[in-house]
Protein backbone atom coordinates (compact mmCIF):
# COMPACT_ATOMS: atom_id res chain seq x y z
CA UNK A 1 0.00 0.00 0.00
CA UNK A 2 1.63 3.39 -0.77
CA UNK A 3 0.58 6.42 2.05
CA UNK A 4 1.83 10.06 2.64
CA UNK A 5 2.94 11.69 5.93
CA UNK A 6 3.14 15.39 6.40
CA UNK A 7 4.48 16.77 9.19
CA UNK A 8 3.24 19.77 10.55
CA UNK A 9 -0.31 20.48 9.84
CA UNK A 10 0.59 24.31 10.21
CA UNK A 11 3.28 25.97 8.73
CA UNK A 12 4.00 30.10 8.97
CA UNK A 13 7.13 31.92 7.18
CA UNK A 14 7.55 35.40 7.01
CA UNK A 15 7.31 36.81 3.81
CA UNK A 16 10.60 36.60 1.80
CA UNK A 17 11.79 33.41 4.09
CA UNK A 18 12.21 29.77 3.28
CA UNK A 19 9.36 27.99 2.90
CA UNK A 20 10.06 24.06 3.38
CA UNK A 21 6.97 21.92 3.85
CA UNK A 22 7.82 17.82 4.52
CA UNK A 23 6.43 14.71 2.97
CA UNK A 24 7.59 11.44 3.78
CA UNK A 25 6.14 8.46 2.12
CA UNK A 26 5.22 4.67 2.11
CA UNK A 27 5.42 2.63 -1.07
CA UNK A 28 6.01 -0.54 -1.67
CA UNK A 29 7.01 -0.03 -5.64
CA UNK A 30 8.70 2.79 -6.96
CA UNK A 31 6.68 6.12 -6.16
CA UNK A 32 5.10 8.61 -7.87
CA UNK A 33 4.43 11.32 -5.86
CA UNK A 34 2.47 14.74 -6.56
CA UNK A 35 1.89 18.58 -4.50
CA UNK A 36 -0.95 19.96 -4.92
CA UNK A 37 -1.78 23.10 -3.51
CA UNK A 38 -5.48 24.38 -2.72
CA UNK A 39 -6.98 28.07 -2.06
CA UNK A 40 -9.73 28.80 0.36
CA UNK A 41 -12.62 27.53 -1.65
CA UNK A 42 -11.08 26.19 -4.53
CA UNK A 43 -10.04 23.06 -6.25
CA UNK A 44 -6.65 21.21 -5.78
CA UNK A 45 -3.85 22.76 -8.44
CA UNK A 46 -1.39 20.26 -9.51
CA UNK A 47 2.17 22.08 -8.56
CA UNK A 48 4.71 19.52 -9.25
CA UNK A 49 5.25 15.66 -9.46
CA UNK A 50 7.97 13.14 -9.30
CA UNK A 51 7.88 10.40 -12.14
CA UNK A 52 11.12 8.37 -11.76
CA UNK A 53 12.91 10.93 -13.59
CA UNK A 54 14.91 13.67 -12.44
CA UNK A 55 15.03 13.47 -8.43
CA UNK A 56 14.97 17.34 -8.53
CA UNK A 57 11.71 18.81 -9.77
CA UNK A 58 10.74 21.96 -10.32
CA UNK A 59 7.39 23.17 -10.07
CA UNK A 60 4.58 26.05 -10.71
CA UNK A 61 5.04 29.38 -8.89
CA UNK A 62 8.64 28.96 -8.19
CA UNK A 63 8.00 25.51 -6.51
CA UNK A 64 10.68 22.78 -5.73
CA UNK A 65 10.50 19.30 -4.31
CA UNK A 66 13.65 16.75 -4.35
CA UNK A 67 12.97 12.86 -4.07
CA UNK A 68 15.36 11.31 -1.80
CA UNK A 69 14.78 7.67 -1.71
CA UNK A 70 17.25 7.14 1.30
CA UNK A 71 15.14 9.60 3.04
CA UNK A 72 11.67 8.54 1.54
CA UNK A 73 11.22 12.01 1.62
CA UNK A 74 9.83 14.66 -1.03
CA UNK A 75 10.11 18.20 0.63
CA UNK A 76 8.39 21.24 -0.97
CA UNK A 77 10.31 24.06 -0.67
CA UNK A 78 10.31 27.42 -2.41
CA UNK A 79 13.37 29.84 -1.54
CA UNK A 80 11.42 33.36 -0.87
CA UNK A 81 7.61 33.15 0.19
CA UNK A 82 5.24 34.83 -1.15
CA UNK A 83 1.62 36.31 0.93
CA UNK A 84 0.14 34.99 -2.29
CA UNK A 85 1.74 31.37 -1.41
CA UNK A 86 -0.74 31.50 1.41
CA UNK A 87 -2.96 28.09 1.46
CA UNK A 88 -3.17 24.36 1.59
CA UNK A 89 -0.74 21.99 0.51
CA UNK A 90 -1.36 18.30 0.00
CA UNK A 91 1.45 15.68 -0.98
CA UNK A 92 0.05 12.44 -2.62
CA UNK A 93 1.38 9.45 -3.88
CA UNK A 94 -0.21 7.51 -6.31
CA UNK A 95 -1.42 4.23 -5.25
CA UNK A 96 -3.48 1.24 -6.59
CA UNK A 97 -7.44 0.00 -6.02
CA UNK A 98 -7.91 -3.52 -5.22
CA UNK A 99 -8.02 -3.98 -8.84
CA UNK A 100 -5.13 -2.25 -9.86
CA UNK A 101 -6.45 0.97 -11.16
CA UNK A 102 -4.52 4.12 -10.02
CA UNK A 103 -5.93 6.64 -7.82
CA UNK A 104 -4.08 9.30 -5.58
CA UNK A 105 -4.00 8.97 -1.61
CA UNK A 106 -3.43 11.95 -0.04
CA UNK A 107 -1.81 13.77 2.73
CA UNK A 108 -4.11 14.87 5.77
CA UNK A 109 -2.76 18.73 4.53
CA UNK A 110 -0.18 21.59 5.66
CA UNK A 111 -1.73 24.72 6.16
CA UNK A 112 0.80 27.59 5.13
CA UNK A 113 0.60 31.21 6.49
CA UNK A 114 2.64 33.91 5.61
CA UNK A 115 3.59 36.26 7.73
CA UNK A 116 3.88 39.92 6.57
CA UNK B 1 -7.48 25.10 -22.23
CA UNK B 2 -10.19 23.25 -20.83
CA UNK B 3 -10.38 22.23 -17.67
CA UNK B 4 -12.88 19.76 -15.32
CA UNK B 5 -15.91 21.30 -15.00
CA UNK B 6 -18.37 20.53 -11.70
CA UNK B 7 -22.23 21.65 -11.36
CA UNK B 8 -23.04 23.05 -9.11
CA UNK B 9 -20.41 24.64 -7.37
CA UNK B 10 -22.56 24.57 -4.27
CA UNK B 11 -25.69 22.58 -2.93
CA UNK B 12 -27.83 22.72 0.21
CA UNK B 13 -29.91 19.71 0.91
CA UNK B 14 -31.84 18.47 3.67
CA UNK B 15 -31.18 15.28 5.54
CA UNK B 16 -32.60 12.51 3.62
CA UNK B 17 -33.07 14.05 0.39
CA UNK B 18 -30.82 13.30 -2.55
CA UNK B 19 -28.13 14.69 -4.57
CA UNK B 20 -26.81 14.81 -7.97
CA UNK B 21 -22.95 16.39 -8.46
CA UNK B 22 -22.15 16.28 -12.37
CA UNK B 23 -18.43 15.97 -13.62
CA UNK B 24 -17.47 16.85 -17.26
CA UNK B 25 -13.93 15.97 -17.94
CA UNK B 26 -11.33 17.59 -20.13
CA UNK B 27 -12.08 16.73 -23.63
CA UNK B 28 -10.71 13.54 -24.40
CA UNK B 29 -9.92 12.25 -20.78
CA UNK B 30 -11.40 8.62 -20.68
CA UNK B 31 -11.16 8.03 -16.74
CA UNK B 32 -12.87 10.08 -13.90
CA UNK B 33 -12.56 10.09 -10.27
CA UNK B 34 -14.59 10.98 -7.38
CA UNK B 35 -13.04 12.33 -4.29
CA UNK B 36 -14.61 13.88 -0.61
CA UNK B 37 -13.30 16.17 0.98
CA UNK B 38 -14.38 16.76 4.20
CA UNK B 39 -13.87 19.53 6.65
CA UNK B 40 -10.47 20.50 7.51
CA UNK B 41 -9.54 16.83 6.28
CA UNK B 42 -7.60 15.25 3.30
CA UNK B 43 -9.34 14.27 -0.28
CA UNK B 44 -10.44 10.75 0.16
CA UNK B 45 -11.30 8.63 -3.52
CA UNK B 46 -14.40 7.36 -3.60
CA UNK B 47 -14.73 6.10 -7.13
CA UNK B 48 -13.24 5.73 -10.43
CA UNK B 49 -14.35 5.23 -13.95
CA UNK B 50 -12.19 4.40 -16.44
CA UNK B 51 -14.18 3.99 -20.23
CA UNK B 52 -17.52 4.46 -18.89
CA UNK B 53 -16.94 1.21 -16.75
CA UNK B 54 -16.16 1.06 -12.93
CA UNK B 55 -12.93 0.95 -11.96
CA UNK B 56 -13.06 0.58 -8.59
CA UNK B 57 -14.30 1.78 -5.37
CA UNK B 58 -12.54 3.33 -2.42
CA UNK B 59 -14.44 4.94 0.75
CA UNK B 60 -17.92 4.95 -1.23
CA UNK B 61 -21.18 4.48 1.02
CA UNK B 62 -23.43 2.56 -0.17
CA UNK B 63 -26.34 5.05 -0.29
CA UNK B 64 -23.84 6.60 -3.16
CA UNK B 65 -23.81 5.21 -6.27
CA UNK B 66 -21.88 7.01 -9.91
CA UNK B 67 -21.47 6.43 -13.52
CA UNK B 68 -20.13 7.51 -16.60
CA UNK B 69 -22.00 8.13 -19.11
CA UNK B 70 -21.25 7.64 -23.37
CA UNK B 71 -19.80 11.30 -23.62
CA UNK B 72 -17.59 10.48 -20.70
CA UNK B 73 -19.31 12.75 -18.08
CA UNK B 74 -20.15 11.62 -15.10
CA UNK B 75 -22.65 11.69 -12.25
CA UNK B 76 -22.11 10.87 -8.37
CA UNK B 77 -25.97 10.27 -7.06
CA UNK B 78 -25.85 10.52 -3.01
CA UNK B 79 -29.24 9.34 -1.23
CA UNK B 80 -30.40 9.07 1.98
CA UNK B 81 -28.17 12.12 2.52
CA UNK B 82 -26.78 12.69 6.23
CA UNK B 83 -25.19 15.97 8.21
CA UNK B 84 -21.79 13.93 7.66
CA UNK B 85 -21.97 13.95 3.87
CA UNK B 86 -21.50 17.62 4.12
CA UNK B 87 -17.97 18.19 2.20
CA UNK B 88 -16.19 19.47 -1.37
CA UNK B 89 -16.55 16.73 -3.61
CA UNK B 90 -13.64 16.92 -6.44
CA UNK B 91 -13.67 15.24 -10.01
CA UNK B 92 -10.74 14.53 -11.53
CA UNK B 93 -10.02 13.11 -15.11
CA UNK B 94 -6.97 11.69 -17.21
CA UNK B 95 -6.08 10.22 -20.03
CA UNK B 96 -6.06 6.59 -19.60
CA UNK B 97 -4.88 4.40 -16.96
CA UNK B 98 -1.21 4.13 -18.39
CA UNK B 99 1.62 5.38 -16.06
CA UNK B 100 4.04 7.31 -16.52
CA UNK B 101 2.55 10.32 -17.98
CA UNK B 102 -0.90 9.96 -16.14
CA UNK B 103 -1.89 13.12 -14.51
CA UNK B 104 -5.13 13.53 -12.58
CA UNK B 105 -6.49 17.34 -13.18
CA UNK B 106 -9.08 17.91 -10.83
CA UNK B 107 -12.31 20.20 -11.12
CA UNK B 108 -13.04 22.80 -8.65
CA UNK B 109 -15.25 20.86 -6.53
CA UNK B 110 -18.93 20.86 -5.71
CA UNK B 111 -19.59 21.81 -1.90
CA UNK B 112 -22.23 19.98 -0.64
CA UNK B 113 -23.68 21.19 2.40
CA UNK B 114 -26.59 19.15 4.45
CA UNK B 115 -28.90 21.02 6.91
Known amino acids: AQSVTQLGSHVSVSEGALVLLRCNYS??????LFWYVQYPNQGLQLLLK??????LVKGINGFEAEFKKSETSFHLTKPSAHMSDAAEYFCAVRGFTNFGNEKLTFGTGTRLTIIP | AAGVIQSPRHLIKEKRETATLKCYPI?????VYWYQQGPGQDPQFLISFYEKMQSDKGSIPDRFSAQQFSDYHSELNMSSLELGDSALYFC??????????????FGPGTRLTVL
Open chain 2, 27 to 31: PRHDT
Open chain 2, 92 to 105: ASSLGQVSGNNEQF
Open chain 1, 50 to 55: YTSAAT
Open chain 1, 27 to 32: SSVPPY
